[in-house]
């Protein structure tokens, strides 16, 4: 079956983030897709209305299957006990910071990266620390000297990993991640290694799971994942936590009930089960619908707004692009495109000071749409060249 990424959703007035919180005409910036998602995950979600009984909803042996059968494609051999379903990655990471760590803490990061993860240590009254990426000829690496002086500090007991990273699409190879599995360890330092990415590759790429990657990693990781941005279902409130090392795995669990963030919604159980078990043709499809649309992107740039330019990348649908050309400041490049053109776009500022030459777009939306946004683009980096 040819699934359909091209027709054009009317999502406005719909409570929808990504097209109601901000006034503006053509939003790309929050992670979630223009697109329907696979026709089989919504028949299962209308097969429930149709019975018409929202009750209590409890977690089946059957959504511990599909999580052990769909990382088999990764090599990864997920057993039922390490396994927990909590209502989201970030109420996850949340929760565990506040039992890992203590007030005044510090949270190690790797920067630019999601800009939420600066927010939940924030609010939980922990600090961040930086192990800033090195950005060298339009490629990102990690500056190990830095990040091992870094989790050596007594203060640092945990780093939220971002396997793939957002914003800038890059699947950590298996040495980069032995590597910090091996520093993590010698510091006594756990790793939050949040997954949520890894189906989003081009195609013909795999992730690499953080647990698979040695012993090391496996005892000292908890892994988030979710089938929510692979299948554009985040609405759903569906992730799951797996942890092998029992001890770590013990302490979490418990606080995951205590923070109550381990009851599912109606819809939660039967959407993950339905794309984990029939949504893998749509997938399919979707990598090289996004595949496609960055292929566009990096022409449209290279021919059109030469003064910008696409950092390449093999995961994710968010694109990060390099404006150090164009000279912006924090916000104000993006404020002034959504003031002139009506294209919305994320500062990369927001993902930490080492983003601010930086913006990062979605283009998971119909061509026409993206066609239409980097139209917009265009004209809004002539008028903001000549302001
Ligand atoms: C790296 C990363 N983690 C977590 C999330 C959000 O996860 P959830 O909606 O399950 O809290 C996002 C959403 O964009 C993300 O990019």
């Not at 769909?70 to 990864?76: G, I, M, P, V």
């Not at 800009?115 to 060298?136: G, T």
């Not at 927001?350 to 066609?371: D, S, T």
Request: net charge negative; glycine share 4%.
């Amino acid at each position: 079956m040819n699934y359909d990424f091209d027709t054009i959703l009317d999502r406005k007035n719909t409570s929808s983030v990504k097209w109601d919180y901000f006034d503006t005409e053509l939003p790309m910036w929050v992670a979630d897709m223009d697109f329907k998602a696979a026709p089989e995950i919504t028949k299962a979600i209308i097969d429930m209305t149709e019975m018409g009984v929202y009750g209590y909803t409890m977690i089946q042996d059957k959504w511990y299957e599909v999580y052990i059968d769909w990382w088999k494609q990764y090599d990864t051999k997920l057993e039922k006990d390490w396994l927990k379903y909590t209502t989201g990655v970030i109420p996850a990471i949340s929760t565990v910071i506040r039992k890992l760590t203590s007030k005044g803490d510090k949270v190690l990061i790797q920067t630019p990266v999601y800009h939420v993860f600066f927010y939940i240590i924030d609010d939980n009254e922990r600090e961040v620390i930086e192990n800033k990426l090195i950005y060298k000829d339009k490629q990102y690496s990690i500056d190990f000297d830095d990040l091992e002086e870094k989790i050596a500090r007594d203060d640092v007991k945990l780093m939220l990993l971002c396997n793939p990273h957002n914003p800038i699409g890059k699947i950590w190879s298996k040495e980069e991640l032995e590597r910090i599995g091996q520093l993590c360890r010698k510091h006594d330092v756990v790793v939050v290694a949040d997954e949520i990415h890894g189906d989003l590759t081009d195609p013909g790429r795999k992730y690499n799971p953080f647990i698979n990657i040695s012993e090391e990693c496996r005892d000292n990781t908890i892994m988030i994942i979710a089938p929510t941005k692979t299948f554009n279902i985040a609405g759903l409130k569906t992730a799951a936590v797996c942890i092998p090392n029992i001890n770590l795995r013990e302490k979490i669990f418990k606080v995951i009930d205590v923070d109550c963030i381990n009851d599912p919604n109606i819809f939660a159980i039967k959407g993950t089960i339905a794309a984990y078990t029939k949504g893998d043709e749509w997938l399919n499809q979707l990598r090289q619908y996004l595949y496609d649309n960055k292929q566009l992107l990096k022409d449209y740039l290279k021919n059109n707004i030469p003064e910008i330019e696409l950092v390449p990348s093999d995961a994710t649908y968010l694109l990060w692009i390099d404006c150090s050309r164009l000279g912006i400041h924090g916000e104000d490049f993006c404020d002034f495109l959504n003031k002139k053109t009506g294209l919305l776009l994320s500062p990369g500022v927001q993902f930490g000071k080492v983003g601010e030459q930086f913006v990062r777009i979605n283009i998971a939306c119909p061509r026409k749409i993206l066609l239409d946004g980097l139209d917009r683009l265009k004209r809004g980096v002539e008028l903001y060249k000549n302001r």
